[in-house]
Nanobody, 124 residues
Framework: VQLVESGGGSVQAGGSLRLSCAVSGNIFSINKANGMAWYRRAPGKQRELVATVTRGGSTNYADSVKGRFTISRDNAKNTMYLQMNSLKPEDTAVYYC????????????????WGQGTQVTVSS
């Protein structure tokens, strides 16, 4: 399974961005991407969980992004998304998508597959 993020960039505070995570591989690999998640790592900080989504569409969010970010996935397109609205400077980070053949988890160790990351920069 390969994961490729896109959609990062630079925006001013209050702006919006939409990140995408494309899942590729043979058919058996794609079906392995059951639970999926977005993580982020800000400069000088540990990687943190942003949001998770199950294959059935159930979602969960970090308190810091609730009401501003929306995670979703299109299984037919093998793509996961993160719609980010009302962005703040503290959202500046490299954003990573992750996938697991099992249920979603809250630990980095719960995910077997990771993308290379995409930079999001929010200026005040």
């Amino acid at each position: 399974v390969q994961l490729v993020e896109s959609g990062g960039g630079s925006v001013q505070a209050g702006g919006s961005l939409r990140l995408s995570c494309a899942v590729s591989g043979n058919i058996f690999s794609i079906n392995k991407a059951n639970g999926m998640a977005w993580y982020r790592r800000a400069p000088g900080k540990q990687r943190e969980l942003v949001a998770t989504v199950t294959r059935g569409g159930s979602t969960n969010y970090a308190d810091s992004v609730k009401g501003r970010f929306t995670i979703s996935r299109d299984n037919a397109k093998n793509t996961m998304y993160l719609q980010m609205n009302s962005l703040k400077p503290e959202d500046t980070a490299v954003y990573y998508c992750a996938a697991t053949p099992l249920a979603v988890g809250e630990s980095d160790d719960d995910y077997d597959y990771w993308g290379q990351g995409t930079q999001v920069t929010v200026s005040s």
